[in-house]
């Protein structure tokens, strides 16, 4: 498979706990993104990189939110002391090309995440 | 600040009843309107990109159509397997903050019933 990988897939936790997911991208792709997706919402931008820099961070993104991508390959997205308002769908996405500007982007499955 | 509205929230239609999707939006300088398909549990997955008023693309029984406030995803004869939530979104051109996200509407959740 090809595709976009995320990891996991769902993850429950208590709150004040701290969770990291993963994104791995399609390979050739150098950009990647993470959005966030509640019940009956859109997804919600959060972060963006180009290769291993991190261009761009939604200013709803708490600082307890940080997200990495090392060797711009794979990234990680770790949350700080989860609060019942993380519950979520995260989802990575990416793509590639020569345009700055494409929406075309290739999602994963996403991880949910649930704090009790 | 960029808005997307879609409407309805939820549609069901009969197998074969064709009808459309609306989005709206409100952005300072479009740089494009995209839609995209979602089964649940799943991330979206892309469908169609607009550029231009006026601009229209299609994909089997999916057509999307793009005027200067709006945009619309027509289903022509519907099947089962259609039924999804459809999802549009829109880039903006504004260099600086905000020039690679998407933001998206809540989405229409369609059902096509056999």
């Known amino acids: 498979d090809t595709g976009v990988s995320q990891d996991p897939r769902h993850k429950i936790t208590k709150r004040g706990q701290n969770v990291t997911f993963r994104c791995d991208p399609i390979s050739e792709h150098n950009r990647l993104y993470w959005y966030r997706q509640t019940l009956g919402q859109g997804p919600e931008f959060l972060t963006y990189?180009?290769?291993?820099?991190?261009?761009?961070k939604s200013r709803l993104l708490s600082d307890r939110f940080s997200a990495e991508r090392p060797k711009g390959s794979f990234s990680t997205l770790e949350i700080q002391r989860t609060e019942q308002g993380d519950s979520a769908m995260y989802l990575c996405a990416s793509s590639g090309g020569t345009s700055l500007y494409t929406g075309e982007l290739f999602f994963g499955e996403g991880s949910r995440l649930t704090v009790l | 600040e960029d808005q997307v509205t879609q409407s309805p929230e939820a549609l069901r239609l009969q197998e074969g009843e064709s009808s459309s999707l609306n989005c709206s939006y409100t952005v300072s300088g479009l740089r494009g309107l995209f839609w995209y398909r979602q089964d649940p549990g799943k991330g979206p997955e892309f469908l169609f990109t607009l550029y231009s008023a006026g601009e229209e693309k299609e994909k089997e029984r999916l057509k999307a159509t793009l005027t200067k406030k709006e945009s619309f995803l027509h289903i022509t004869a519907p099947k089962p397997e259609d039924s999804a939530t459809y999802l549009c979104?829109?880039?903006?051109?504004?260099?600086?903050?905000?020039?690679?996200?998407?933001?998206f509407g809540k989405g229409t959740k369609l059902s096509v019933i056999p």
């Open positions: 990189f180009q290769n291993e820099a991190q261009l761009e």
């Open positions: 979104a829109v880039q903006t051109h504004y260099s600086g903050a905000g020039s690679y996200q998407l933001t």
